[in-house]
């Protein structure tokens, strides 16, 4: 399976900022065999998806509502990111989770609508460091798949372990290892068949010097990165570091 790399910008990036840093990517880019998204925020995605049009690169959002449209003060609809250019949509990070109370269950209506929308979802699962610090890992994450997947799924999976986001603290390998197993196990029970084709990325402090050895993992089909994805030259090493599938 070829391996996708994603860039989180997060609320970072100026709009001309943006445009540079989307740029940079797409002069580094020439030659790499893993699929490449950047996810700016969403004020700027169509000035972004306009710098990278004629390019392989992709965009995405990093959230969108459950709904269409509607009274919904402050919000963004899948449709708003689809006609903006965007193709992917980033779903239930921590970071949402945590700050805005977002449940299983209201990532699965998120996915949903994203979907319909067009847009393929990357759906964040990953215990915090207080759940793993209890042996939880596994019981949060199976929790988090079960509750935040619709039926039938076609989007990307990443895990995420909170405590390895924005930390510089990476999973074990072996974790990694264990963890990305144990999410393939859940997707197959899940789906069937089509779960042993859906990408499960990991995320939390990829960097251009540990991206190759976490990108050999089996069953890692790529990563979500976080601030490494500021700066394009880091980003673009790390998807060098990445396999063809
Ligand atoms: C993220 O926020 O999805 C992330 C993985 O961040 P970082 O790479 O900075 O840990």
Redesign the pocket.
Known sequence: MRQLIAG?W?MHCLASEAVALAQGVAAGAQGIAAELLVCPTALHVAAVAQALAGTSIAVGGQDCHQARQGAHTGDISGPMLRDAGATWVILG?S?RRQNHDETDELIREKTLAAVEAGLTPIV?VGETGDQRAGGQETEVVGWQLAGSLPKPFSGVV?Y?PVW????GKTATDADVATMHGFIREELVRQFGDAGRTIRILY????RPANAAALLAIPEVGGA??????LNAQDFVAIARAAQAG
């Not at 390895?164 to 930390?167: N, S, Y």
């Open positions: 989180n997060k990070h970071e964040c990443a995420e390895a986001i924005g930390t995320g939390g402090s990829v979500l990165v976080g601030g490494a994805s």
